[in-house]
């Protein structure tokens, strides 16, 4: 997949079960929220990465997160994840791995000297975390010298603030709980689910001028 067609907003579930992850996804079929991530360290990860590829994948983009080891990165492709997220750099044998096997790769990044080298070694996207902690401005203050880059915020980026990010420069967002209630999650409550994500549909289309 091309950059450019990677939906702005990835939902991304941790630590929840198989069905409650389920029971999120269908509720993200056809909504603008079409890419989740659920994350490695998530019980079962590997196992509903697979089922949830295998039943929403022509729908919903599943990918991995919390990627740290060439191991992970290798079990979660296997398991058939489209695309990679960490928290922290991906060292160039793994993003090597991810351009191999068409899988997109979101390494972790804080500093400028993180982010650039991120790209230099092959990264397509670099995801800035914390995000919050260092503020909407950060992204307009390192495009200054860098230029325009494609980066997703994670940390802290909700419904109520995921506008000032884009605003500021970012090209994607990746919210965990910023979108939903997480008794929504817990309790299955489909109406409580899909609530929020129209909330933030309606969020993405006033910034798109729709």
Not at 160 to 175: D, K, L, P, R
Request: with cysteine.
């Amino acid at each position: 997949m091309e950059i450019q067609n990677f939906p702005k907003v990835t939902v991304i579930l941790r630590g929840y079960t198989y069905p409650q992850i389920r029971t999120v996804v269908k509720n993200l079929v056809g909504s603008k929220l079409c890419s989740v991530e659920i994350t490695m360290n998530t019980p079962g990860a590997l196992e509903a990465i697979e089922k949830i590829s295998q039943e929403f994948g022509d729908s919903v983009m599943v990918g991995a997160g919390t990627v740290l080891t060439y191991e992970e990165a290798q079990a979660s492709i296997g398991a058939g994840a489209a695309f990679l997220l960490s928290p922290t750099m991906l060292n160039k044998k793994i993003l090597d791995l991810c351009r191999e096997k068409h899988v997109l790769s979101v390494p972790g990044a804080f500093s400028p000297t993180e982010i650039k080298k991120s790209f230099e070694d092959g990264a397509d996207i670099v995801k800035v975390f914390p995000a919050a902690r260092l503020g909407s401005r950060y992204l307009s203050d390192i495009a200054a010298p860098l230029g325009k880059m494609p980066l997703m915020v994670v940390g802290g980026i909700g419904t109520a603030n995921v506008a000032e990010y884009f605003q500021a420069g970012a090209s994607f967002a990746g919210i965990a709980s910023g979108i939903f209630n997480k008794e929504d999650i817990l309790n299955q409550n489909e109406e409580g689910i899909w609530k929020s994500i129209c909330e933030m549909e309606n969020k993405l289309r006033e910034l798109e001028g729709e």
